[in-house]
Every structure is written in C-alpha cells, then in structure tokens.
C-alpha cells in the first residue's frame, strides 16, 4: 500500500469544478491585487478566528514579519519564542536585527513551556527586559500553546505576544474562562495558506489577525510599503498582499475546513486506539491537553527508535516526515548568538524522536489500519 504524508490531489479531486470557477472569475474581471475577494476572505477569517480585523498577506512568514515590524521591532531588540518550531518563526526576528532568545518546550505537546519562559524572563536583567519587544508562542502541529499562563507572565512583564498560527487555524484552547481561537489571545495572530496547512491555497499566502484597531491600521499600511495615502510614505513597509486568486481558491476551501478539520480529528483518534497497546516510555502518542481542540495539521509519534521506524514505514510504501531535525539553537546561521548543544534538551530531544504520521482528511480506515500495524509490529519486534 502506498500512502503519502498528504493527498492534495484527492481533496482537489473533490473540489475541482468550484475551484477551476472561482479562478476563472479572478481570471475574467482582471483584477489580482486586493480585490473584493481578499476583503472576503479578511472577513471570514476573522470571524472563523473570532478577532475583529484580519489582513490577507503574502505568507504566513510575511505574517510574522508584518507583525513584529507593527510592534517596532528593530536592532537590539529581543524576541522570545521557541527553539522548535519551523524556521520563520525565529529568522523573522533576525531579519528585523533582533535577537530570538530561546525557551525551551513542553515535551508533552511540544510548545514553549510557560515555567521555561518565566524562569528566563526572571533571570534577565532590567536592561535585557526593557529590550524585549515580545514573545512568539507556536501553536505547533495545530494544537495551542499554553496561553492560559503565557499571558499572565506575559502580562506581568509588560510585554506584547504574537501567535505563530501557521499550524493551527482554527485551534482552541481554555481561556479566561472560557475557551478561544488561534489567533485571539495574543496582540497579532500568524496564519499561513501555505498549501500543506489546514487551509492551504494554491501557491503562498497568509493572513494576520488582531483585535487591537492600532496595530490593524499599522499593518494595513506597512503592507503597501507604508503607503499612506498612496505614494506617501510613513514607514518603510514591504510588498506582503494576498493575490485575489489565492483568495478566491481559500474562501472556497475555508467553507469545507471545519469537516476537514474533523476528519484528521477522526483519523487521529483512530491513531490513539490502534496504537494505545503499544505506548509505553518509549513510544508515544500525541498528548491532547484538556479542553483543547487539536486540529492535527501533524500527527506526531515519539520514539527513539524514530529514524529505523522511518525507514520501515518507507520501505512499506508509508510517507513520514521529520519535523523538525534541528532546533533553531543549533541551526549555523544562529551560531552567533552562543548557544550551544544541552542549552534545551527537551527541544533536541523532540528533535531525535518525533515523527509525523499521514493523517490527511482523505486517508481512508485501511491506510490507517495498515500504517499502524505496520508501527505496532516495528515497536514489538
Ligand atoms: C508554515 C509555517 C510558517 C511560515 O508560513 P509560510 O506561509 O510557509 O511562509 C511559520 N511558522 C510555522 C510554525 C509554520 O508552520
């Protein structure tokens, strides 16, 4: 049996013919560049991510980097986030000439560790303190950080939070109370079209999402390369639109997200059940937190045995993937701010172990059954 890690073809198999017409319009009415469509799709996604204001954006990196440009990110700044995450989330915060600095993960969920951000933040010193612009919990593989108690210690320093939605559109955690969306809680939310998210256009794009109507009006402008009104410029933006023909593909497709969303939930549940005789210390199942809503962009396996049981899965026509092989701490083009192997074990360690398993919406029972079988004699044997 062959099963890729995802099967973009059978989802556009299923939507082909609303597809192929929502592009045909752009097509005909010629207009490409923040049409009404991308105002459609701002609408949508803040509504689907319950903010008031979203601005479609030319990736989820471009996002970040909108972002932290918004907050005034500069030279000599600092920037807290986690060491595993994909390689935007940190290379953002350099490109500004800021420095990322590092907490380490929860090893059960692998987000940043709310006790590791406040250990760092006490031991800084008040000159370092008064250079933090803000901090970038990653809601990795679609499940939320701990935002119940970054934001206090978040709050507590006086600092702004962005949220590295890339993976989790549409991920909820328990909140003041109550429960919210990706995006929400922070100052800015991050998403990204990129065609492997959850919602995943035809090419790059992405989106950011705030509450706060200052850092909407910043971003809007800094978009257009701080273009206001045209040709006069405040600030020194970028070129980070959203095309109207992503826009037009990710409307359509955000009307079926939420039935997708259910099916990788499914398909991880069968995951859990099938694999639930083999867990032990050595082998892990992803860990879902208590009232959270995990919407699996990865189903991530834990074992030590992780590169043998790759190769295994490969060579029985089972796509796997690694993310990610190298924490942002290790990564040479960071070899200039100091750190060194041991400073985060928990991230290197997730780095050696992790393993992310298909679980697209249109993985069927059999390739389910089959992989995991296929996990289940490797971990026994
Ligand atoms: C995908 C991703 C990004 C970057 O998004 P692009 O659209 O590929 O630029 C940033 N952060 C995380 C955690 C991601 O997974």
């Known amino acids: 049996m062959n099963i890729p890690l995802l099967d973009l073809k059978a989802q556009y198999s299923q939507i082909k013919d609303e597809i192929r017409q929502a592009v045909d319009e752009v097509l005909e009415s010629q207009q490409f560049i923040l049409g009404p469509r991308v105002s459609e799709l701002e609408s949508e996604i803040a509504t689907y991510s319950r903010c008031k204001y979203a601005l479609g954006v030319s990736s989820g990196t471009d996002a970040l980097l909108l972002a932290l440009m918004a ?119 991050c998403f990204s079209f990129f065609p492997s998210k959850n919602l995943g256009g035809i090419g790059d794009g992405g989106m950011v999402v705030t509450n706060d109507a200052d850092l909407y009006e910043k971003m809007k402008i800094l978009r257009v390369h701080g273009s206001s009104p045209k040709y006069y410029h405040r600030a020194v933006g970028g070129n980070f639109r959203l ?40 082998f892990r199942t992803p860990a879902v937190l208590p009232g959270y809503r995990h919407i699996y962009n990865q189903y991530c396996i834990r074992t030590a045995k992780r590169d043998d049981l790759k190769v295994h899965l490969r060579e029985n026509g089972v796509a796997t993937e690694i993310y990610y092989p190298l924490p942002m701490h290790l990564q040479e083009c960071f070899r200039y701010l100091g750190y060194k192997k041991g400073d985060f074990p928990e991230a290197e360690e997730a780095a050696l172990t992790s393993l992310a398993l298909p679980v697209y919406p249109e993985m069927g029972a059999d390739g389910l059954e089959y992989t995991a079988d296929l996990i289940r004699n490797f971990i026994m044997r």
């Open 71 to 189: 907050l005034g990110t500069g030279h000599g700044d600092i920037v807290i986030t986690t060491p595993y995450t994909f390689f935007a989330t940190a290379g953002c915060i350099a490109r500004l000439g800021a420095k990322p600095v590092f907490a380490d993960i929860d090893p059960a969920t692998f987000n940043i560790d709310p006790r590791k951000l406040e250990t760092l933040l006490e031991k800084m010193t008040s000159e370092e303190l008064s250079r933090v612009r803000a901090v970038i919990p990653v809601h990795l593989f679609g499940q939320m950080a701990d935002m119940q108690s970054i934001v206090p210690i978040c709050r507590k320093y006086g600092l702004k939070i962005i949220e590295d939605a890339a993976q989790a559109i549409g991920s909820e955690c328990p909140f003041g109370g109550g429960v919210q969306r990706a995006g929400s809680i922070g100052d800015i939310g």
């Open 243 to 282: 095309d109207e023909i992503q826009a037009a593909v990710l409307l359509v497709k955000l009307k079926y997200l939420d039935t997708w969303t259910e099916a990788r939930q499914k398909n991880a549940r069968i995951y859990d059940e099938l694999l639930s005789g083999v867990v032990s210390e050595h």
